[in-house]
C-alpha cells in the first residue's frame, strides 16, 4: 500500500532525476556517502514516522499538553517518538561527525525529515527546533558550550527552543526588554519574560536549552543591543551531568487551534523561584560576543524558516494524498444522466480534478522548492570557489522569504481543497485532513508572518548588494527558460509564458524603486511576495518538466500536466498583481483607522 505521508516516487525524481543529490558525493564533506546511504536515511525516516509519530498524531491533537501548576503533562507517545527519532542517529543527520552527527547534505537530511513532519507535526516540532538550535551553537558557541549542550541534543538527551518574543514587543524585536546582567564568573543573570515558545517546557528528557535573545545593560539601542545567551533548564555540571534547576519558570501555556501536541509557552526568567547558587536570576552564557545576537540568532531563524516552509508542504503533501485516496475510493454521481448506470469515483468529475490539480501542482511544486534551497545550502556549505560562493548565497538568501511563505499559504490552500476534495465528511475529526488544516494555518505566523516576510523580500532582498540576489535569480531563471525553449512544444510554449513574466517581474521591481515613493513601494509588500513567489514556482516546474524530458509513463506525463496547470490557472494571477504593484497603489496607505 502507498504511504500517504509524502509520495517516495517523487522524492526520488527531485533528489536523483533532478538535483542530482548523488554528485554532492564528489565533494570531499559527502565523500562517505552514496546514493545507497542516502536511500537508507530515507527509508529510516519513513519507516520512524509511521511507526512513531503518525500513530499519536491524532492523540496529541486531542490530547495536548496540561499544566497543574508545577508540571507539565504531555502524552507518552511523544516522548518515545522523540527517543527513536534520537536512537536512530537522525537528530544530527547532517551536522559534522566529530559533533556526533551523520554529516548528511542537508537536502537529504530535510527530505527525510519531511516524513516526519507529515506524520506528525507536533512531535516533529521539538525535533526541527533542537536541530536548528543545535546547529546555531555549533557554529556561534565555544568549546564547552557544545561539549555541554550540543552534543546532549543530538544524542536525545536535551531538546533546544528560541526565545524571542516578548509580549510587549511581538516581532518588533528592537522593543525586547528582557536583560542579562554580567557576573564576575563570566556568567549573566537573565531577568524578563517571552512568549510564545514552543516546547520550553516539558519533562520527556533530561534538560532544556533555551536559546534567549537579552539586552545587556549600557549596550546599544534597539537590535543592535540585542545578545544571544543559552539558558538551560537545569545547569549542566562540569562532568556533563545534570545540576540545580535554572530560574526559569513556566508562566502557563498557550492553547492554539493547532499543532497541539508541542508546548507553546510563556516563560519568566528571574523570578526567584529557584535561585541557582544562591542568587536570583536565570544563569544564561553568552553566545559569541556581546550585541550580536541577532546576527546569529537570524543563523537559526532562517534555517528555521525553510523547515517551516517544508512543513507546511509536508502537511499539504500528505492531505493532498489522503484526498487523492479517499476520490478514487468515493462512488458519487455519474458522468452521464443515466441513473441505471453504476455510481463512478468521484476522480472522474472535472471539478474534482481540478481541485486535485492544484493540490499537486502546490504540494509538489512547494517541495521541489524546499528542496532546491537545502541544496543551495549544500553547495554554499561546501563551494569549490569564491564565485560559486557568491552566487549560491545570492540565490539563497533571495529565495528563504518565498521558500518559507508561499507553502505557508499554498500548502495551506492545498489543506483547504483536501476538506473540499471529501465533503462533508471533510470537516469531520473522523479523517485527517481538517487537523492538518488547523495545523498548516499556523505556518503563515510561524517564524516571521508573510508581512514580515514580504517586506525582508522588497526591502532588503532584491536590493542588496545593488541587486545582486535578483540578478542571480533573474540569470538562473534564464537559464531554465533558455534550455525549455530548446526542447520544444509545450516546454518551448511554457518557457516563453515565463519569460514574459519573468520580464515584467524585474521591470516592475525596478519601477518601484525608481519612482522614489518608498512609503508607496512598500504598502503592498504582500501582493508583491505572493506574484514574485508565483513566479518562482512557475520556473521550479518548468525546471521540473526539463528533468521529466524524454521520459513518458503516468509519473512523468502527471508531471507535466500538473505544470501545465500552475502556468494556465495560476502563473496567470500575477499579472493584475504587477499591474497594481507598478501603479504604487495608495489605497491601503490612504485608508484611516476611523473609517474600519
Not at 553568552?286 to 528555521?304: C, D, I, K, S
Not at 538562473?476 to 519573468?502: H, K, N, P, Y
Request: net charge negative; glycine share 8%.
Amino acid at each position: 500500500m502507498k504511504s500517504t505521508l509524502l509520495s517516495r516516487r517523487d522524492l526520488d525524481f527531485l533528489l536523483y532525476e533532478w538535483l542530482r543529490v548523488d554528485e554532492l558525493t564528489k565533494r570531499q564533506r559527502f565523500a562517505d556517502h552514496s546514493r545507497e546511504t542516502f536511500d537508507g536515511v530515507l527509508d529510516l525516516s519513513e519507516e520512524v514516522a509511521e511507526k512513531y509519530f503518525a500513530p499519536h498524531n491524532k492523540t496529541s491533537d486531542a490530547h495536548e499538553p496540561t499544566f497543574d501548576g508545577t508540571t507539565v503533562t504531555v502524552i507518552p507517545e511523544v516522548g518515545e517518538a522523540l527517543r527513536a527519532f534520537a536512537q536512530a542517529d537522525l537528530v544530527g543527520a547532517s551536522m559534522d561527525e566529530s559533533l556526533g552527527g551523520a554529516q548528511l547534505p542537508v537536502c537529504v537530511a530535510q527530505a527525510a525529515f519531511a516524513y516526519v513532519s507529515a506524520a506528525n507535526v507536533s512531535t516533529s516540532g521539538y525535533l526541527m527546533l533542537t536541530i536548528a538550535n543545535a546547529n546555531l551553537v555549533a557554529k556561534f558557541g565555544d568549546e564547552q558550550q557544545i561539549e555541554s549542550f550540543v552534543k546532549p541534543m543530538l544524542a536525545g538527551r536535551f531538546t533546544g527552543t528560541m526565545a524571542l518574543s516578548e509580549t510587549q514587543a511581538g516581532s518588533s524585536l528592537a522593543d525586547i526588554v528582557t536583560r542579562a546582567e554580567p557576573r564576575d564568573d563570566g556568567t549573566y543573570r537573565l531577568f524578563g519574560s517571552k512568549m510564545w515558545i514552543s516546547g520550553a517546557e516539558h519533562e520527556l528528557n533530561e534538560n532544556i536549552v533555551n536559546l534567549v535573545l537579552a539586552k545587556i545593560p549600557g549596550g546599544p539601542a534597539g537590535t543592535k543591543g540585542i545578545s544571544l545567551f543559552i539558558v538551560p533548564k537545569f545547569l549542566v555540571d562540569a562532568d556533563g551531568s545534570i545540576g540545580e534547576r535554572n530560574d526559569v519558570t513556566l508562566a502557563g501555556l498557550n492553547h492554539k487551534m493547532g499543532q497541539r501536541g508541542i508546548t507553546n509557552t510563556v516563560l519568566n526568567f528571574g523570578e526567584g523561584v529557584h535561585t541557582p547558587g544562591g542568587e536570583a536570576g536565570a544563569v544564561g552564557y553568552l553566545v559569541g560576543e556581546p550585541h550580536r545576537g541577532l546576527t546569529y540568532m537570524f543563523h537559526m531563524m532562517n534555517e528555521a524558516r525553510l523547515a517551516v516552509g517544508l512543513g507546511a508542504v509536508s502537511l499539504g503533501y500528505t492531505g493532498y494524498l489522503k484526498s487523492v485516496e479517499y476520490a478514487r475510493e468515493r462512488l458519487q454521481g455519474r458522468l452521464v444522466k443515466d441513473p441505471t448506470t453504476p455510481q463512478v469515483p468521484i476522480v472522474e468529475h472535472a471539478d474534482v480534478k481540478r481541485m486535485l490539480l492544484a493540490q499537486k501542482s502546490y504540494v509538489e511544486g512547494g517541495l521541489a522548492l524546499g528542496l532546491y534551497c537545502t541544496k543551495l545550502m549544500d553547495l554554499q556549505r561546501t563551494a569549490e570557489s569564491d564565485e560559486e560562493a557568491r552566487q549560491v548565497t545570492d540565490l539563497l538568501e533571495i529565495l528563504v522569504p518565498v521558500a518559507k511563505s508561499w507553502p505557508s499559504q499554498w500548502c495551506l490552500a492545498a489543506n483547504d481543497l483536501a476538506i473540499q476534495v471529501h465533503g462533508g465528511y471533510g470537516y469531520t475529526r473522523e479523517y485527517d485532513v481538517e487537523q492538518h488544516y488547523r495545523d498548516n494555518r499556523l505556518n503563515p505566523i510561524h517564524e516571521g508572518t508573510h508581512g514580515i516576510q514580504s517586506l525582508d523580500l522588497l526591502s532588503r532582498k532584491v536590493t542588496q548588494r545593488d541587486g545582486a540576489s535578483l540578478a542571480e535569480l533573474d540569470r538562473t531563471m534564464s537559464a531554465t527558460i533558455a534550455q525549455a525553449a530548446a526542447l520544444g512544444g509545450d516546454a518551448a510554449e511554457l518557457a516563453a509564458q515565463l519569460d514574459a513574466s519573468r520580464q515584467r517581474l524585474v521591470e516592475v521591481t525596478a519601477a518601484m524603486y525608481a519612482a522614489g515613493d518608498v512609503e508607496a513601494t512598500l504598502a503592498n509588500s504582500a501582493i508583491y511576495l505572493e506574484a514574485f513567489g508565483h513566479v518562482v514556482m512557475a520556473w521550479i516546474w518548468l525546471e521540473q518538466v526539463v528533468a521529466a524530458d524524454g521520459q513518458s509513463d503516468d509519473f512523468h506525463d502527471g508531471k507535466r500536466h500538473a505544470a501545465r496547470y500552475f502556468f494556465r490557472y495560476e502563473l496567470p494571477r500575477t499579472a493584475p498583481q504587477f499591474d497594481l504593484l507598478a501603479g504604487l497603489d495608495r489605497t491601503t496607505l490612504e485608508m484611516r483607522d476611523a473609517w474600519f
